[in-house]
């Protein structure tokens, strides 16, 4: 049994298979419709979610199966002081596969420990947020045409966003890539992970302004600094409009460079760039459905 816990858990070669199912998903919706009838997800959210939880459900009811589950830890018996260790043997009983996101990092893996079903890691603290990567690197591929060959600027909340150090790790299997890690100081990425570009033989460089850098990008990823992180709230307000993409910024940029986020944006895109063609983070949400599809397909081993 296999469980998503790292970006990397799956190869190369076996996430270019899933993007492709993603792909066919996305143009045929209707071979899949019924491929997990009698099928259960439960999703297991002790965190804030709207994206991540509801394109899970999402996705398993376009493949026919249900869903099953809760989206805040005090309704469930977590309140009561229950462990994740037993909380997912008792959810094994009750459904195929499960997606959990939780503030603890590390939870994820004890989830998939203690579990008889797929667990699925839908963000631990902040640590990683694998099914998001999945997200990213198929919007990517699906609207660059490849995995490789580019500049990426991420920028934001680097420190504490789960979706960054994800997607670093992911991109790195992947030639070419050169990294703009665009943050203010205090939120600049964690050691360990400049450590693993390091060791990859990536390139990269650091920046405090987005404006002195942007023309230089293929892609651009914002990110909210992570309010729920911090440890005085001082600090996030100091630091929580260091970044605005706004369309001035905008206008510096490469026509076909691309603007993605993982989202919720709180501040730091101006609503004014949305309709700009080179914005793709709504898009970029939808891909996230196709994606969970074909990773629960994967997961299941469902034949279609
Ligand atoms: C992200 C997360 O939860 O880490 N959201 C998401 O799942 N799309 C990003 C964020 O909360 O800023």
Do not use: W
Not at 90 to 108: L, N, T
């Amino acid at each position: 049994m296999r469980h998503l816990l790292s970006p990397l858990d799956f190869s190369v070669e076996e996430l270019d298979q899933m993007f492709d199912l993603a792909n066919d998903i996305e143009a045929n919706p209707e071979k899949y419709q019924d491929v997990c009838r009698n099928k259960k997800i439960a999703t297991l959210f002790y965190e804030p979610s709207t994206r991540t939880r509801l394109s899970f459900e999402a996705a398993m009811i376009n493949l026919g199966g249900q869903v099953l589950g809760f989206s805040e830890a005090t309704s469930s018996s977590a309140a009561k002081g229950e462990s994740v260790a037993d909380t997912i043997k008792i959810v094994s009983c009750y459904s195929d596969i499960c997606a959990m996101r939780h503030p603890k990092e590390g939870s994820a893996l004890v989830a998939a420990r203690h579990a008889d079903v797929p667990v699925i890691n839908a963000g631990d603290g902040g640590h990683q947020h694998p099914t998001q990567t999945l997200t990213d690197l198929l919007t990517i591929r699906s609207l660059k045409g490849k995995l490789g060959d580019f500049t990426i600027g991420l920028c934001g909340d680097l420190k504490f966003g789960r979706t960054v150090h994800s997607l670093i790790h992911a991109l790195l299997r992947y030639d070419n890539i050169k990294f703009l890690l665009i943050s203010p100081e205090e939120l600049q990425v964690p050691d360990y992970i400049i450590e693993s570009i390091e060791e990859a033989g990536a390139e990269y460089s650091v920046a405090t302004k987005l404006e002195d850098v942007i023309d230089q990008l293929d892609l651009l990823y914002m990110t909210r600094v992570q309010r729920e992180r911090f440890f005085n709230e001082e600090d996030y307000v100091r630091l929580k409009d260091s970044f605005m993409l706004d369309k001035k910024k905008l206008d510096q940029a490469k026509d076909d460079m691309l603007v993605l986020h993982p989202l919720p944006r709180v501040n730091e895109i101006s609503v004014d760039v949305d309709d700009d063609p080179r914005a793709v983070y709504f898009k970029q949400a939808q891909y996230g459905v196709y994606v969970r599809m074909a990773l629960i397909l994967t997961l299941l081993e469902v034949e279609v």
